[in-house]
């Protein structure tokens, strides 16, 4: 119910925003000021049935590469055997001189 109710809402706003262009006033200020309010409106009411349609998987189409990551079989890298390595020393030993 508040996916219908937010797609509604979020379409409202842009039928008031047909009449400002219709009625000829978005050339003033007033009607730019008011057609930025209104998709201001728009925006959050569609963002929230975004987050909606989401949180019910109905955009999963939209996760697909993510969902082909998972199901590919992750290869581990094979780690060779550390080797020790003589390293000198820069500074001869007490005996040694």
Do not use: C, H
């Amino acid at each position: 119910m508040m996916l219908v109710i937010s797609i509604v809402m979020g379409i409202v706003p842009l039928l008031g925003i047909a009449w400002t262009i219709a009625t000829g006033t978005i050339t003033t200020v007033d009607g730019l000021f008011m057609s930025l309010i209104l998709l201001t409106l728009s925006a959050v009411f569609f963002l929230n049935a975004f987050w909606e349609l989401r949180d019910r998987g109905a955009l999963a189409f939209l996760d697909k590469k993510k969902v082909a990551a998972e199901t590919t079989p992750k290869v581990t890298p094979k780690v060779a055997p550390k080797v020790a390595t003589a390293t000198q020393d820069s500074k001869p030993k007490e005996g040694e001189s």
